[in-house]
């Protein structure tokens, strides 16, 4: 089984802070990708990447920035965390083999900012 | 702009049969996904449809209707466990995830 890792549950951050969040897949997977989930709203893409060094802004990118050193991690970078980034953080991976490949998700990092 | 709808909340009861219907406008097709997500946990794959007609996995079903923009998820023999939120996410001309609000299925005995 695909098994997608965030390095924290819950997170609390005061405003101003620089935050990371880790996320490692161990499927060899090609794609990753950052969401966040907010109550009454769907998946909102972040940043996405199709390979290693390589990332895309997905539908909002402000106010965060990614890295992609090694294929198994991708790391979401708040640089200047506000309270309005207070949400639910989910990570997801997936092979490249066709377009329709479905999502493996890891189980979400919360996050407070206060 | 591009606009998935489901309902927000559903209740039905232990045993019984419960449909979740989604309508989707989306700058083309390319598939529609289901997926299931239990309270503080991740969610996972349940179904992808990308021809019309319904497509059948033990106790749940998806059906797609493309000309209709249109999809439901029908789950039978229902189970507490299916307490859960459903998401319906659909593919666009461009390959990218368009995502529903989810669904909440709460479960009563």
């Known amino acids: 089984d695909v098994k997608v890792t965030q390095s924290s549950r819950y997170l609390v951050k005061r405003t101003g802070e620089k935050v990371f969040l880790e996320c490692v897949q161990d499927m060899d997977h090609e794609n990753m990708f950052w969401y966040r989930q907010d109550p009454g709203l769907g998946l909102r893409l972040i940043y996405f990447s199709y390979d290693v060094k390589m990332k895309e802004k997905g539908d909002i990118p402000e106010g965060y920035s990614v890295s992609r050193e090694k294929k198994e991690r991708f790391s979401l970078i708040l640089e200047s965390a506000s309270t309005n980034q207070t949400s639910m953080y989910l990570c997801?991976?997936?092979?490249?083999?066709?377009?329709?490949?479905?999502?493996?998700f890891g189980n979400g990092t919360r996050l407070t900012v206060t | 702009g591009q606009n998935i709808d489901q309902p927000t909340e559903m209740t039905a009861t232990e045993g019984a049969i419960v449909q979740i219907n989604c309508t989707y406008q989306?700058?083309?097709?390319?598939?529609l996904f289901w997926y299931q997500q239990h309270a503080g946990e991740a969610p996972t794959f349940l179904s992808y449809?990308?021809l019309d007609g319904l497509e059948e996995k033990g106790r749940f079903s998806s059906f797609l209707s493309r000309s209709k923009g249109y999809s439901y998820l029908l789950l039978k023999e229902l189970q507490m466990k299916d307490s859960a939120s459903y998401l319906c996410a659909v593919t666009d001309s461009n390959y990218q995830l368009i995502w529903g609000a989810g669904t909440k299925l709460i479960i009563k005995p």
């Open positions: 997801a991976s997936s092979s490249a083999q066709g377009h329709n490949s479905p999502l493996h």
């Open positions: 989306t700058s083309g097709f390319n598939g």
């Open positions: 449809n990308v």
